[in-house]
C-alpha cells in the first residue's frame, strides 16, 4: 500500500488529485461463490472447515446516509444457524481493502469455527463498490454499512453482550468506530487486526517532506483518537514485519486504548494478512478465544 500511496502522493502533489478514493477501490462481483470459491485467498482452510450450505446466509440490507433518498443495496452473509442466532455469540467481521466476501470467505470459516466446529456465529459484509454492494464507499459510508449490519443483529434478538467486533486493516477503521459510538447495541469486545492509527499517520510515513494530509484527503480513519473512547476489552494482533500498515500504527492505538483490559499479539515473521498461517490456524483460533471466554 505504501507505493501505491506515494505514487498518488506524488500525482496529487503534480495534478491536484485527492487520495480520498484510493481506500475504497473494491473489486466487484456478478455473484458469490462462497465454498466455490476458486479465486485468490489470503488463506487456505483444510475441508474440515467447510461450512454446510444451510448455515450459509446471503442476506441484502439497505444503508442510507443522510440525505440520500433510496440509500445502498449492502450484500452481507451469515454463518451460522439462524434458528439459535438469538442465543448465540456472533462475531462481525469487517474485511480489508480492495477485495469482497468471496476473497475473505476463508477467514469468516476460520473465526466461525473458533474452538470446534460451527462454534460462533460470523456476520460479514461487503461495503458499497465490493462485491455485489452497490454505490461507491466514502468514509462515512464506510460507518453506515457496517452499522445497518449491527442493526440487523439486533433486530434478530442479538444482545450486544454476544457481539464481538473484529476488524481487519481498513475494516478497523468501522470496527473502531462503531464499537466507540454505536449507542443502540455496543459491540462486547473489540479485535483490532492490522489497524491504521489515521490517515495523518499514513502520510507521515509515507513521505519524508512535511506536508499536511489535508493536502492530500479529506479522510480522517482517526483510529488513534477513537480508541480513547473504547471501553471495551481490546485484543490487538500486528504483524511484526508488517510493510503494508506498520506496526507503529497498532502500537498508537494500543497504548491509547481507553478501557481496563487489552492485550496484545506482535507476531514476528508475519506480514499484512498472513497472521493465521505464520502463527498457525490452531493457535490463532486459541487465541481468539481465549480472549472471547476471557
Known amino acids: 500500500m505504501k507505493n501505491i500511496l506515494y505514487i498518488t502522493l506524488i500525482l496529487s502533489i503534480f495534478g491536484c488529485l485527492k487520495m480520498d478514493d484510493?481506500?475504497?477501490?473494491?473489486?466487484?462481483?456478478?455473484?458469490?461463490?462462497?465454498?466455490?470459491?476458486?479465486?485468490?485467498?489470503e488463506?487456505?482452510?483444510?475441508?474440515?472447515?467447510?461450512?454446510?450450505?444451510?448455515?450459509?446466509?446471503?442476506?441484502?440490507?439497505?444503508?442510507?446516509?443522510?440525505?440520500?433518498?433510496?440509500?445502498?443495496?449492502?450484500?452481507?452473509?451469515?454463518?451460522?444457524?439462524?434458528?439459535?442466532?438469538?442465543?448465540?455469540?456472533?462475531?462481525?467481521?469487517?474485511?480489508?481493502?480492495?477485495?469482497?466476501?468471496?476473497?475473505?470467505?476463508?477467514?469468516a470459516?476460520?473465526?466461525?469455527?473458533?474452538?470446534?466446529?460451527?462454534?460462533?456465529?460470523?456476520?460479514?459484509?461487503?461495503?458499497?463498490?465490493?462485491?455485489?454492494?452497490?454505490?461507491?464507499?466514502?468514509?462515512?459510508?464506510?460507518?453506515?454499512?457496517?452499522?445497518?449490519?449491527?442493526?440487523?443483529l439486533n433486530d434478530k434478538g442479538v444482545v450486544s453482550q454476544e457481539v464481538i467486533m473484529y476488524g481487519f486493516s481498513l475494516g478497523t477503521i468501522p470496527a473502531t468506530d462503531l464499537s466507540a459510538f454505536y449507542a443502540t447495541a455496543s459491540p462486547h469486545k473489540l479485535i483490532l487486526e492490522a489497524p491504521m492509527a489515521s490517515a495523518e499517520n499514513l502520510t507521515e510515513e509515507s513521505l519524508l517532506i512535511d506536508v499536511s494530509s489535508t493536502f492530500f484527503t479529506s479522510l480522517e480513519f482517526n483510529n488513534v483518537e477513537k480508541i480513547k473512547s473504547v471501553t471495551q476489552p481490546l485484543m490487538w494482533i500486528h504483524g511484526v514485519d508488517d510493510d503494508y500498515l506498520s506496526i507503529s500504527n497498532g502500537e498508537a492505538i494500543y497504548a491509547r486504548h481507553g478501557g481496563t483490559y487489552k492485550e496484545a499479539h506482535k507476531v514476528v515473521g508475519a506480514n499484512h494478512g498472513d497472521i493465521p498461517t505464520i502463527m498457525g490456524f490452531i493457535n490463532y483460533s486459541k487465541k481468539v478465544l481465549d480472549f472471547i471466554l476471557k
Open 22 to 41: 484510493l481506500p475504497f477501490l473494491g473489486e466487484e462481483l456478478t455473484e458469490y461463490k462462497f465454498e466455490d470459491y476458486e479465486g485468490e485467498s
Open 43 to 107: 488463506i487456505t482452510l483444510p475441508d474440515s472447515y467447510r461450512i454446510a450450505d444451510s448455515n450459509i446466509h446471503l442476506i441484502t440490507l439497505n444503508s442510507k446516509l443522510p440525505g440520500e433518498s433510496d440509500g445502498e443495496t449492502i450484500y452481507a452473509v451469515y454463518i451460522g444457524n439462524m434458528n439459535t442466532i438469538a442465543i448465540d455469540t456472533v462475531m462481525v467481521y469487517c474485511h480489508g481493502q480492495s477485495k469482497h466476501m468471496d476473497a475473505y470467505w476463508q477467514r
Open 109 to 152: 470459516k476460520l473465526l466461525a469455527n473458533t474452538g470446534s466446529k460451527n462454534r460462533y456465529g460470523v456476520l460479514m459484509m461487503d461495503y458499497r463498490g465490493y462485491g455485489l454492494s452497490t454505490g461507491k464507499s466514502t468514509e462515512a459510508s464506510l460507518y453506515q454499512d457496517v452499522r445497518v449490519c449491527l442493526d440487523w
